[in-house]
């Protein structure tokens, strides 16, 4: 608990002041090469894909599928990228003897694409005219929407919400991590308007802060059951205390695309 706790104190301010002071490009880098660590976590990590040259295609098509979302250039150049991704992976198919599965070969777009691209609503965000203080939306939805539910489910937890895919959530932790996360955003709102002086809406923050709390717990579930079925306690140890990058941003998979999406539709502070 101790090194989780002094892991946490060093890296979370050291990632939030990079995120708030690099230029677009520099994040754009930072969160590629956190994907690229995902997607060798995704494939490796589990023991799912141990075919060395698939993990690499993934990797580098991850990297840059977040940069893409960095330097803020046309789809063709993404589209570019996913298509000489998707051919290497058929010539593998294809110099193997059509033995290799193609269910390895989805995983592999899961790892490269997918995943790659719902990491880059941070890097999306930090490019906007707000981006500065939206930035810190998602991170704000996440973290306090895990510090309640950790909380109130360690103090009052009783009822689980999903016994055999994460055994220690309870639905009141749930509803400790819709209060940590409503709390958290109405506060970063009173931040923006007295400092900064931005003009704010906390009926808005409200809802943010719910819909971050509904997506960080349905993230955490979901690579909660890719850890159950492989049998692995953590992705990656990258992080002392904490595990893998996948371990630490899992919720931020979903939270930070529904960030996104709120904050299209409904901006908090103009």
Not at 41 to 46: A, D, H, Q, V
Not at 55 to 80: E, K, N, P, T
Not at 185 to 205: E, S
Not at 229 to 239: R, S
Request: hydrophobic content about 60%.
């Amino acid at each position: 608990m101790k090194t989780r706790i002094l892991a946490s104190v060093v890296l979370l301010p050291l990632l939030l002041l990079i995120v708030l002071a690099a230029p677009k490009f520099l994040t754009g880098v930072l969160f590629g090469l956190m994907a690229a660590i995902a997607a060798y976590e995704l494939l490796s990590g589990t023991g799912l894909l141990k075919h060395k040259r698939l993990q690499i295609y993934a990797m580098v098509c991850a990297f840059f599928c977040v940069l893409w979302c960095g330097l803020g250039i046309s789809y063709a150049w993404l589209l570019l990228v996913v298509i000489a991704f998707w051919m290497a992976l058929m010539a593998e198919v294809m110099l193997s003897g059509m033995q290799l599965p193609f269910d390895k070969i989805a995983l592999c777009v899961v790892a490269g694409v997918l995943l790659p691209l719902l990491l880059g609503s941070l890097v999306r965000i930090h490019g906007w005219a707000l981006g500065r203080f939206y930035i810190l939306v998602p991170f704000v939805m996440a973290f306090m929407s895990d510090t309640g539910a950790y909380f109130v489910g360690m103090k009052f937890g009783k009822h689980r919400l999903a016994p055999v895919i994460s055994p220690k959530k309870s639905v009141e932790g749930v509803f400790g991590g819709v209060a940590g996360a409503i709390l958290g955003m109405v506060i970063y709102c009173l931040v923006l308007q007295l400092c900064f002086k931005l003009q704010v809406n906390y009926l808005a923050a409200v809802l943010y802060g719910a819909v971050g709390a509904g997506g960080a717990v349905f993230g955490d579930l979901c690579f909660s059951v890719v850890k159950r079925q492989t049998g692995i306690k953590d992705y990656g140890n990258l992080i002392p205390g904490h595990g893998g990058i996948l371990d630490r941003f899992d919720s931020m998979m979903i939270v930070g695309p529904l960030a996104e999406l709120l904050l299209l539709l409904l901006p908090i502070a103009v």
